[in-house]
């Protein structure tokens, strides 16, 4: 396995992490929405990731099914969830494609995903087919802001075009109304509400790192020679803006649940 897939898989686990306190309400509100024991209920992640939503519930006792295509996420999985592996089944698999039978699973998760497939309709067509009647496809999102670090995200855009190379951002939003509108054309209801907001110090030294890694989906596009060959100006940019890079700063974040119930 590439060292710079391990690396950035590390990275993603540190710097996209949730508080304790901020994951446990996340997994409260997923346990909430199934409206099923956690004994009982079987749980998918789509793009499971490192684990950060699935940490919590195989603690409350939920059998979890772990899914990502990267083996270098799921290896990080593997190492955070050892002690509780005999309640996980790691699935090195697409989305697109999910080796399970029919009406197999109580919960789907799906965080942060259907941005990152173009053809994201065959994701949401398998993980319908999977639900049991009943069961609760449970979509969330984070939303996160600070002045710093959206500064820096610009000029890291800008560096990038001047370069030739153009940079979608807002995909995320507008992939989430389009899954929404197939949901509702379907005759299912949709629901979602905030679970959590919170405040979190970053420095700027990890806004610049999360943005190496390429962490954000925005940034996934970008030819890999445009974005090495920008990132050292950045670093020189940003020492030379605002001097420390180890400087806290204040990020919001939140986070969004969208329920939908199976008929």
Known sequence: MPKASIRAAY?????????????????????????????EAVLLELGVGTGRIA?????????YIALDQDPAMLEVFRQKAAGVMRKV?????????????????????????WHLLPDWPKALAEALRV???GGVLLEGWDEM?????????????SLVEAEGVRVERGLHKRRLQEVEEALRRLGLKPKAREVV????????RQALEALEERLYSFTQLVP??????????????????????????TL???????ATRMA
């Open 131 to 133: 639900l049991k009647p």
């Open 224 to 249: 890999e020679e445009v974005h090495q060959g920008i990132m050292p100006r950045l670093w020189a940019w940003a020492e030379g803006e605002f001097g420390d890079l180890d400087r806290p700063f």
């Open 197 to 204: 907001r919170w405040r979190e110090a970053r420095t700027l």
């Open 55 to 63: 940490l919590p519930l195989i603690a409350r006792g939920y059998p």
């Open 252 to 258: 919001e974040r939140s986070f969004t649940l969208r």
């Open 89 to 113: 089944r790691l699935l090195e698999a697409d989305a697109r494609a999910i080796p399970l039978p029919d009406e197999s699973v109580h919960g789907v998760i799906v965080v942060h995903l």
């Open 11 to 39: 990275a993603y686990d540190r710097l996209r992490a949730y508080p304790p306190e901020v994951a446990g309400r996340i997994a409260t509100a997923m346990g909430n929405a199934l409206g099923v024991r956690g004994e």
């Open 145 to 157: 802001e600070a002045e710093e670090e959206r500064g820096i995200q610009e000029r890291w855009r």
